[in-house]
């Protein structure tokens, strides 16, 4: 996402450190305010409601990154405790997206692997005749989720912790409580700063195993089958973990546009969105191996599940291999101090 269309004027490199990152903050908190104004009058119209939603979301995402890397110029107290919340409602309204786009993901893969679809099948013989049954199943579990997921949202956003919450991010436009650090200039205090976070994002994707994502399809996340799998998870989770630090430092370089301009390079934005397809094969893959260990399905229905979470492990790896292309030319060093 580009930063807010509602940002605050640039600052020039003279400028305090705290109105920088004041700045960008204040334009924030402008845009949860009117995402919330936005959901509260949607009414009936869900769509609208999704929308103003994601907004919510999103724009929490940010704050929250901001507060996380740039907290050596914020009360930490403050910074943390405003940092939870944020990540506590961020987190609660993306599981009703995140169910909806991981049922729209493992439909079309059936759809694909079964032959129904435009393209040509992938498979023969037991899959098509369990497909319908393991859809199905897939749709009774995904949508009983999603259903779970949007009361809990509505929950959130009528209790009295998120009104709680609403109110701080409206004092972010007037008080924000600064440490001393904050009034030494931008230039000197901010790269700093966001160089830390981007040593942090360096050095986890430098922990990857690049070089076995280098070779596509190496099927060492398949070897567990559908159980529970821990391997999968000890996995996928350092690959996870470069997801949100890209995300931390993308966020930083908004915060630095005005002293660094040019934003995130487009390789570098590639990167995250391979991360993001990663994720979303990885949690499409789980789903298909905890429909198949539902207990008296059928045999083909079981099968079709089993090739579905292989074909979604199969797209874990391939994401991997996309990212180990881009990622060694995507990260200019825009953050380091001269």
């Not at 435009?118 to 897939?138: E, N």
């Not at 989720?145 to 209790?159: D, K, P, V």
């Not at 000197?188 to 160089?195: G, I, M, Q, R, S």
């Amino acid at each position: 996402m580009p930063p807010s269309a509602t940002a605050a004027p640039a600052p020039p490199a003279e400028a305090l450190a705290g109105e920088a990152v004041a700045g960008y903050l204040h334009a924030h908190a402008a845009d949860f305010l009117r995402s919330l104004k936005l959901h509260g009058e949607s009414g009936a119209d869900t769509a609208a409601a999704d929308r103003a939603a994601g907004a919510l979301r999103r724009t929490a995402r940010r704050i929250g990154g901001t507060l996380h890397t740039f907290r050596p110029l914020l009360d930490p107290d403050w910074a943390d405790g405003l940092r939870t919340e944020l990540d506590w409602l961020s987190t609660t309204l993306a599981q009703e997206h995140a169910c909806t786009s991981r049922l729209t993901l493992l439909l079309d893969a059936l759809t694909r692997l079964s032959g129904a679809g435009p393209g040509p099948s992938t498979t023969t013989g037991a899959l098509p005749a369990g497909a319908a049954r393991a859809g199905a199943l897939l749709e009774r579990q995904l949508t009983l989720a999603r259903t779970r997921a949007h009361s809990a949202a509505l929950g959130a956003l009528g209790s009295a912790r998120f009104h709680a919450l609403a109110d701080a991010v409206a004092l972010l436009s007037s008080d924000l409580p600064l440490r001393p650090l904050a009034a030494t200039r931008a230039d000197t205090v901010l790269l700093p700063v966001a160089a830390d976070a981007e040593r942090r994002l360096l050095e986890a994707a430098a922990a990857l195993p690049l070089g076995r994502a280098g070779h596509p399809y190496n099927a060492d996340a398949l070897v567990h089958g559908l159980g529970p799998a821990p391997g999968e998870e000890a996995q996928d989770a350092p690959w996870h973990r470069v997801r949100r630090l890209l995300r931390l430092h993308r966020y930083a370089l908004e915060v630095l546009e005005p002293l660094r301009p040019g934003g995130a390079p487009p390789a570098l934005t590639r990167a995250g969105r391979l991360l993001d397809r990663h994720r979303d094969a990885a949690e499409a893959a789980e789903a298909a191996a905890a429909a198949a260990r539902t207990p008296r399905i059928a045999p083909a229905t079981a099968y079709a599940l089993g090739i579905l979470h292989a074909d979604q492990r199969h797209e874990v790896e391939a994401a991997r291999f996309a990212f180990q292309e881009v990622w060694p030319g995507s990260l200019a060093i825009r953050t380091r101090t001269p």
